[in-house]
């Protein structure tokens, strides 16, 4: 219980009494991560990268068991950094406000590099992708990406709109608001869409996918010496073309707790590691109402534990909370920059996301059109990057929409 000791201005008793009501770290049974000396590939290629443990079960050594419990802990601050988990003793999954959201949309635009043979190898920009994502903290939302096409036979160029919609277990796709559902479309879908929610809302959208992550070495790297997690959850998410993972070694930065890169054996070649790097984060004030809906969570959560802890312990919670209401965050922190490339070289996609608001996402936004018999339009598209002239002055269609409460979160670079 060394992390929540950590806690010292939580009243001992408090810290005891969630620490019976914590639920317990599910934990692995199979073998232990890789030594800390092997290769970053040989921490990877484990039973984690499948899923699969095939092995006998087995008790686990206290060093296991003390890189579960150092996992747990870190990726607890990891929350309480990002501003979606209340500053609060117990484990990671206490107060976790991520599934309160309402709704969170942001611009971005996607950049995809290639290097040229030839004198000094130089990088050529292949192409650039205007996205927008508007989502909750449910996984359900959509991502609208802005496409150049040819629009008749004498090869004039003109715009397309293609959105990608996650509603629970339902996808689609429409172009130019017309859906399909044919199985392949649906599947890129699914894959660019959840792909996006999972490494453009990180860490947040990782609450959602069971994570476990458990502690594997320190290791320099340039100037900084990093925390190496190995980080799993429960599906793969595609990182770039084709490339899907869903067990990462996770370097933390022990300062500030981002995770601030992950790395991920590419599935068609071994010897290659993808390498999600994230460089730069925003800072988004959380809006009266949305932090109203995370008090309510605090509320919802004491309540549970209240038949574990006695109704005693549970009230001098909440007065405690009530006394210091700064363990509510008052604002979340996300990802505003993040490149992907591999160890093989010769392509990069880089990421750059603005304009983040917190605002609810429409409910017609999910609903299916052969259902509502209703084709959406999205109220925003992604203009930040490339605003119409006469708008330079005031700021992009997609500021002015937002109802002026949240301004584009401020750089946290």
Known sequence: MSSLIAHSSVPAVLVACLALASTPFATDTGSP???PAAPRAADLQDRDASGDDEGPERALTDEELASIEKGRDTFRDILVAAGIR???????????????????????????????????NPWR???????????????????????????DDEGTLGPQFKREVGAGDI??????????????????????????????????????????IRYLRDERSGNRTYEVYRFVVSAPFEAQYGHFARSFNAFVNPRTKRIE????IDPYNEKNTVVVKYTHWVRVDVPPEQRAAFEARIEED??????????????????????????????????????????????????LSEDFHLEPLPPEAIEPPWQSGKSFTSPYRSDYFD?????????????????????GGRSDG
């Open 302 to 351: 004491i309540a549970g534990f209240e038949g574990r802890i006695g109704k005693d312990s549970a009230d001098r919670l909440r007065e405690y909370v009530a006394a210091h209401p700064e363990v509510i965050p008052s604002y979340v922190v996300f990802p505003s920059r993040r490149i992907v490339f591999d160890s093989n070289g010769g392509h990069e996609r880089e990421f």
């Open 86 to 120: 209340a500053d609060l003793p117990g484990d990671w999954r206490n107060f976790v406000f991520w599934r309160d959201v309402a709704g969170v949309r942001y611009d971005e635009l996607e950049t995809y590099s290639t290097k040229l043979k030839g004198p000094g």
């Open 33 to 35: 991560g890789a030594d």
């Open 171 to 212: 996808y689609w796709y429409e172009v130019d608001g017309k859906y399909d559902r044919n199985e392949e479309g649906v599947m890129a879908a699914q894959r660019s869409y959840l792909g996006e929610y999972f490494y453009g809302l990180f860490p947040h959208a990782t609450t959602l996918f069971d994570p476990q």
């Open 125 to 151: 920009i292949n192409h650039l992708l205007p996205r927008f994502l508007f989502a909750d903290g449910r996984g359900r939302g959509y991502l609208l990406q802005e496409l150049v096409v040819r629009v």
């Open 387 to 407: 605003p119409d002239p006469e708008e330079s002055e005031g700021g992009s269609r997609s500021e002015r929409g937002a109802g002026g409460s949240q301004g």
């Open 261 to 264: 890169q992950l790395q991920f």
